[in-house]
């Protein structure tokens, strides 16, 4: 399963800073001036996992792989995108492409970054975005509603639909709300809410990016990001672009080190990572044997055929069964056929909906 994070924000917050970090590359160039990423970079991140680790060492697997993530660096906004200023149009365009909205915002003061609007204010930096994300949906729905609300007056089932969804969306949006707080009233509904692709409706994760010094705890200006946060319903993490960078360069017990020097006990990576699974509401089961320990990562209230399709589709269309064990009793009991003789080993049919944690084995046609 894809799962593609856009990291947005206006130009010097530490977008591609951060980005360079998370995915351990310097193909975006970091630099103190606006666009200096013209085109969006795209990285794949391994999903840290202590579980993986503990599966390989019982079932003595050769090899480890992790889930993957991506992330995405988008050129920093400026007002007016939503009228084409700046990279304006392209910005847009690429944040539709992604799954949800990691929203970088400056909470450090620095004399020698310079500041688009020449103040430290993230709360101001994020309605800038914002705005300009409601009014690019706002243009896009004044056109496209009045035309279903049309073919739904002459009997067009789908039109009515979508005249009901789209025009809640564009009532909030009117109101200076966010598409996403709409709630389609049912499965067609949802559906074409999705296909709509509209900017507002993507969950957004805050970060914010803080001096090195209060990346433990945060500080006055991380502590408003998070009050917007809660406000709205949205995640909010705490990350020191500056520490990751240097995180980068050390091998995994130096990392560790220093780590605990600072008073953090995870990455940044991991805090990001665990607060995207939050959001999209995604879950991992894994995949255990001699050769490899794989870790695959599925919706919240995904089935087991599907869970099966993310290894090969013909494993879903073929599906029989899935042997499924808990990771808490796969760990504590030793592994596969000691769960099987403690009759920990469960054989779960189309309708058993996936934990997570859950070690699978599927049988199929």
């Known amino acids: 399963m894809g799962f593609k994070c856009g990291i947005v924000g206006l130009p010097n917050v530490g977008k591609s800073t951060l980005f360079n970090a998370l995915t351990e590359t310097q193909t975006a160039q970091a630099a103190n001036y606006p666009f200096c990423t013209i085109e969006p970079n795209v990285g794949q991140v391994a999903v840290p996992d202590k579980r993986l680790d503990d599966l390989a060492r019982i079932a003595g697997s050769q090899k480890i792989i992790p889930t993957q993530l991506a992330f995405v660096d988008i050129a920093g906004l400026v007002r007016g995108a939503s009228k084409g200023e700046g990279l304006g149009n392209q910005f847009l365009g690429n944040i539709r492409e992604v799954d949800a909205i990691v929203h970088v915002l400056r909470c450090f003061e620095n004399d020698d970054i310079q500041h688009v609007d020449n103040k430290v204010d993230p709360i101001s930096d994020a309605d800038t975005v914002e705005t ?146 939050d959001l999209l509401h995604l879950i991992t089961f894994f995949t255990v044997g001699p050769k490899e320990a794989r870790a695959w990562t599925v919706h919240q209230g995904a089935s087991a055929p599907e869970a099966a399709g993310e290894i090969h589709s013909d494993f879903q269309k073929g599906f029989i069964r899935a042997e499924t064990i808990a990771f808490d009793d796969y760990v504590t009991i030793g592994g596969e056929s000691k769960c099987r003789e403690a009759g920990k080993l469960r054989a779960e049919g189309k309708a058993y909906i996936v934990q997570d944690g859950d070690v699978m084995h599927f049988l199929h046609s």
């Open 132 to 277: 300009e994300l409601m009014l690019s949906d706002l243009e896009s729905l004044e056109k496209r509603v009045p035309a279903f609300q049309k073919k739904a007056a002459q009997g067009d089932k789908e039109a009515k639909a979508a005249a009901s969804v789209l025009g809640q969306a564009l009532d909030l949006l009117r109101e200076g709300k966010p598409a996403r707080l709409t709630q389609p009233k049912d499965l067609d509904e949802e559906r074409i809410f999705k296909q709509a692709q509209l900017l507002t409706s993507k969950p957004v994760l805050y970060v914010c990016n803080v001096e090195e010094e209060a990346a433990a705890d945060g500080n006055a200006f991380s502590a408003r990001v998070f009050e917007k946060a809660k406000a709205e319903g949205a995640n909010a993490v705490i990350v020191s672009a500056a520490i990751e960078s240097e995180l980068v360069s050390m091998d995994e017990a130096g990392r560790m080190e220093f780590l605990e020097e600072l008073g953090l006990h995870e990455t940044g990576l991991a805090r990001v990572i665990r607060s995207g699974y």
